[in-house]
């Protein structure tokens, strides 16, 4: 990490903002936490421009507000200017000052750069002015810059401005307004979560997006009320490929060293067995036996015992490679459920401010968030993301480093993990499957379940190494049902949110080759069980072809490391149980009535009376 990023992340972990309605401070990253928002950064309290701003803001800020994304403004003043400003033009929003920066940042220093030494700002050319920083807006790579005033455009949207009324307040006795007006702002759309979906930063003064465009990227709905396309969400895709079938690689089995060894070792010590018994001269039925099999053994060429030694090998090796499971998962080898505000604190605490997860994008430095660059200026990641690759290993797999990160999660305050475990999952589920995309189908995010279980904090995630338990069918399923019995007692217990819950168990040492035997296996073994205590459990990985519900030639069961994923059911996942094995269906159908038949609520009402009619046609209930 530069310099650079060392002292922003360092910022970022202890900056503080003063709320104008009361003065108190406010942590910056506590802001987006836990809800969506849109982020406005204004150039000063005193700027005809920042009010031009806000009077285009207000105009959306009820559509804004009806679905929880509320508007805050970040500038630079004392509290009561901020207030004095929210009341002259009926602000609505939160606003926020930076306490770094009051209403003398813009001062004349006699000595120009030479004194204002490294806390000069970003343009060298400035020689005339302080150039001090406000460190909110620094966190924000905002630009500042003498040339901001001096901009072509800036003369005319100002004189423009004029003609409709809107003038900068009078400085005060000293000369100053109440902010820097050599420092520009920009806008952003943060959260839940240290997510950033959309940034506009301004060049020059009155530089400001389009409010509609803000809307769109908050919303995930354009002014024609079709679904916003995020650039993230679309290089997800185009990563997993989801648009088409993928051709599951020819793999070859291949038994750990251990077992080979085992086997070999089993077989030659039946052979040394044989050889002895077959020079033994006791006369006893046996011994005639042996003796018989071993002139047998004898007239056979070397070369086909050579063969059979190594078949009998490989035979028993594949045995106990489908019965053993190694390790057990003691309670010390549990891996640790963490949530998405667990991971961002921990990557904050580990200085870690990049993700690879697509290989394009780089972090605002505050708490990591994430926003889209030009991939070709980002230095080659240590672990990066690949294309679906036929081959049978990981090539982004790694010990985790226990001592990195430390930060506690909900279950154990003292647990350390490593961010980066955690980061490309998350990612991938902040910004795609929280995400419309057009191959969906349908309105709304590619998984609707998503976005409030990241807003509720609820969606648990445990990165399951071959150091816990062996990556076998029946290791990837002791894992399976360890989480499946701690679902119920995982907060929240009670009220909607408890529908939110999920579990995400990620695989990290399973070849993306082997997902579909080890993965796509377990999930239909537990199906049943799961369904019966209404739940859902569900394989993804690289190669599942599965297609969507709406759009038959759209895979959205494809995650950039093989997992299985635990949920409550609702009513709609009936589509999911119609499968082609008829014993396997009428087992997942009766279950489902089990679970809803009772309901009230005419939703569901709806998809059990299709459910009986499904049972009823696939032979009735089961015994």
Same mark, same amino acid.
């Given at each position: 990490?530069?310099?650079?990023?060392?002292?922003?992340?360092?910022?970022?972990?202890?900056?503080?903002?003063?709320?104008?309605?009361?003065?108190?401070?406010?942590?910056?990253?506590?802001?987006?936490?836990?809800?969506?928002?849109?982020?406005?950064?204004?150039?000063?309290?005193?700027?005809?421009?920042?009010?031009?701003?806000?009077?285009?803001?207000?105009?959306?800020?009820?559509?804004?507000?009806?679905?929880?994304?509320?508007?805050?403004?970040?500038?630079?003043?004392?509290?009561?200017?901020?207030?004095?400003?929210?009341?002259?033009?009926?602000?609505?929003?939160?606003?926020?000052?930076?306490?770094?920066?009051?209403?003398?940042?813009?001062?004349?220093?006699?000595?120009?750069?030479?004194?204002?030494?490294?806390?000069?700002?970003?343009?060298?050319?400035?020689?005339?002015?302080?150039?001090?920083?406000?460190?909110?807006?620094?966190?924000?790579?905002?630009?500042?810059?003498?040339?901001?005033?001096?901009?072509?455009?800036?003369?005319?949207?100002?004189?423009?401005?004029?003609?409709?009324?809107?003038?900068?307040?009078?400085?005060?006795?000293?000369?100053?307004?109440?902010?820097?007006?050599?420092?520009?702002?920009?806008?952003?759309?943060?959260?839940?979560?240290?997510?950033?979906?959309?940034?506009?930063?301004?060049?020059?003064?009155?530089?400001?997006?389009?409010?509609?465009?803000?809307?769109?990227?908050?919303?995930?709905?354009?002014?024609?009320?079709?679904?916003?396309?995020? %650039?993230?969400?679309?290089?997800?895709?185009?990563?997993?490929? &989801?648009?088409?079938?993928?051709?599951?690689?020819?793999?070859?089995?291949?038994?750990?060293?251990?077992?080979?060894?085992?086997?070999?070792?089993?077989?030659?010590?039946?052979?040394?067995?044989?050889?002895?018994?077959?020079?033994?001269?006791?006369?006893?039925?046996?011994?005639?036996?042996?003796?018989?099999?071993?002139?047998?053994?004898?007239?056979?060429?070397?070369?086909?015992?050579?063969?059979?030694?190594?078949?009998?090998?490989?035979?028993?090796?594949?045995?106990?490679?489908?019965?053993?499971?190694?390790?057990?998962?003691?309670?010390?080898?549990?891996?640790?459920?963490?949530?998405?505000? &667990?991971?961002?604190?921990?990557?904050?605490?580990? $200085?870690?401010?990049?993700?690879?997860?697509?290989?394009?994008?780089?972090?605002?430095?505050?708490?990591?968030?994430?926003?889209?660059?030009?991939?070709?200026?980002?230095?080659?990641?240590?672990?990066?993301?690949? %294309?679906?690759?036929?081959?049978?290993?990981?090539?982004?797999?790694? %010990?985790?480093?226990?001592?990195?990160?430390?930060?506690?999660?909900?279950?154990? %305050?003292?647990?350390?993990?490593?961010?980066?475990?955690?980061?490309?999952?998350?990612?991938?589920?902040?910004?795609?499957?929280?995400?419309?995309?057009?191959? &969906?189908?349908?309105?709304?995010?590619?998984?609707?379940?998503?976005?409030?279980?990241?807003?509720?904090?609820?969606?648990?995630?445990?990165?399951?190494?071959?150091?816990?338990?062996?990556?076998?069918?029946?290791?990837?399923?002791?894992?399976?049902?360890?989480?499946?019995?701690?679902?119920?007692?995982?907060?929240?217990?009670?009220?909607?949110?408890?529908?939110?819950?999920?579990?995400?168990?990620?695989?990290?040492?399973?070849?993306?080759?082997?997902?579909?035997?080890?993965?796509?296996? &377990?999930?239909?073994?537990?199906?049943?069980?799961?369904?019966?205590?209404?739940?859902?459990?569900?394989?993804?990985?690289?190669?599942?072809?599965?297609?969507?519900?709406?759009?038959?030639?759209?895979?959205?069961?494809?995650?950039?490391?093989?997992?299985?994923?635990?949920?409550?059911?609702?009513?709609?996942?009936?589509?999911?149980?119609?499968?082609?094995?008829?014993?396997?269906?009428?087992?997942?159908?009766?279950?489902?009535?089990?679970?809803?038949?009772?309901?009230?609520?005419?939703?569901?009402?709806?998809?059990?009376?299709?459910?009986?009619?499904?049972?009823?046609?696939?032979? $009735?209930?089961?015994?």
């Amino acid at each position: 990490m530069t310099p650079t990023r060392n002292r922003r992340r360092s910022a970022a972990a202890s900056l503080t903002l003063r709320a104008a309605s009361d003065g108190r401070p406010v942590w910056i990253p506590s802001i987006w936490a836990h809800r969506r928002v849109v982020l406005v950064f204004l150039r000063h309290l005193a700027c005809r421009f920042c009010k031009e701003q806000i009077l285009a803001m207000n105009t959306v800020a009820a559509k804004l507000e009806a679905l929880d994304i509320p508007i805050v403004y970040i500038s630079m003043g004392s509290p009561a200017q901020a207030r004095e400003l929210s009341k002259k033009l009926g602000l609505v929003g939160t606003i926020y000052v930076d306490p770094d920066a009051g209403g003398t940042v813009a001062e004349l220093k006699a000595g120009g750069d030479e004194a204002a030494g490294e806390s000069s700002g970003t343009d060298g050319q400035d020689g005339t002015y302080s150039r001090q920083r406000a460190q909110a807006y620094a966190l924000f790579s905002l630009l500042r810059s003498e040339r901001t005033t001096r901009h072509e455009k800036t003369v005319e949207l100002a004189t423009a401005l004029i003609g409709k009324g809107i003038e900068d307040d009078e400085p005060d006795s000293r000369g100053a307004w109440p902010g820097d007006i050599f420092q520009v702002g920009g806008v952003f759309v943060l959260g839940p979560g240290n997510t950033c979906d959309y940034s506009y930063r301004s060049q020059y003064a009155g530089d400001h997006p389009d409010v509609s465009e803000v809307v769109a990227a908050a919303t995930g709905v354009t002014n024609e009320g079709s679904d916003f396309l995020y %650039p993230t969400a679309q290089r997800w895709a185009n990563l997993l490929q &989801v648009d088409e079938v993928v051709a599951l690689p020819f793999r070859f089995w291949r038994p750990s060293f251990s077992v080979i060894a085992l086997c070999f070792i089993a077989v030659g010590m039946i052979a040394v067995v044989l050889r002895v018994l077959s020079r033994s001269t006791a006369d006893t039925t046996s011994g005639v036996i042996v003796d018989q099999l071993a002139s047998q053994l004898s007239e056979i060429h070397p070369a086909w015992l050579y063969t059979a030694l190594v078949v009998c090998t490989v035979f028993l090796a594949a045995l106990l490679e489908w019965t053993i499971v190694g390790p057990t998962l003691s309670e010390d080898d549990i891996p640790a459920l963490v949530t998405p505000e &667990v991971v961002d604190r921990a990557a904050l605490d580990a $200085g870690i401010v990049d993700c690879d997860c697509a290989g394009d994008m780089e972090a605002i430095p505050v708490l990591g968030l994430q926003d889209i660059v030009d991939a070709s200026e980002l230095p080659r990641p240590a672990t990066p993301s690949r %294309p679906i690759s036929r081959s049978n290993s990981r090539p982004n797999s790694r %010990p985790p480093s226990p001592t990195l990160g430390r930060s506690p999660t909900q279950e154990d %305050p003292a647990m350390v993990i490593d961010p980066r475990d955690f980061r490309e999952m998350l990612c991938y589920v902040r910004y795609f499957l929280a995400r419309p995309h057009p191959s &969906v189908g349908r309105p709304g995010p590619v998984c609707p379940f998503v976005p409030q279980s990241l807003k509720k904090n609820c969606i648990y995630f445990a990165v399951i190494r071959d150091s816990h338990v062996s990556m076998t069918k029946q290791g990837v399923r002791m894992v399976a049902e360890h989480f499946l019995s701690r679902f119920e007692q995982l907060p929240p217990l009670e009220g909607r949110a408890r529908q939110y819950k999920a579990i995400v168990m990620v695989f990290p040492d399973i070849a993306d080759a082997d997902a579909p035997r080890l993965i796509d296996s &377990v999930q239909l073994e537990l199906k049943a069980a799961c369904v019966a205590r209404g739940l859902m459990i569900g394989e993804f990985h690289r190669f599942n072809n599965t297609p969507g519900l709406r759009n038959e030639h759209f895979y959205p069961l494809r995650t950039p490391t093989p997992c299985l994923a635990i949920r409550h059911m609702v009513p709609t996942d009936l589509a999911f149980l119609n499968i082609d094995d008829v014993e396997l269906r009428r087992k997942f159908l009766t279950a489902f009535l089990g679970v809803f038949k009772a309901s009230p609520k005419e939703s569901e009402k709806e998809a059990v009376r299709k459910a009986e009619i499904m049972l009823k046609e696939a032979g $009735g209930p089961l015994c």
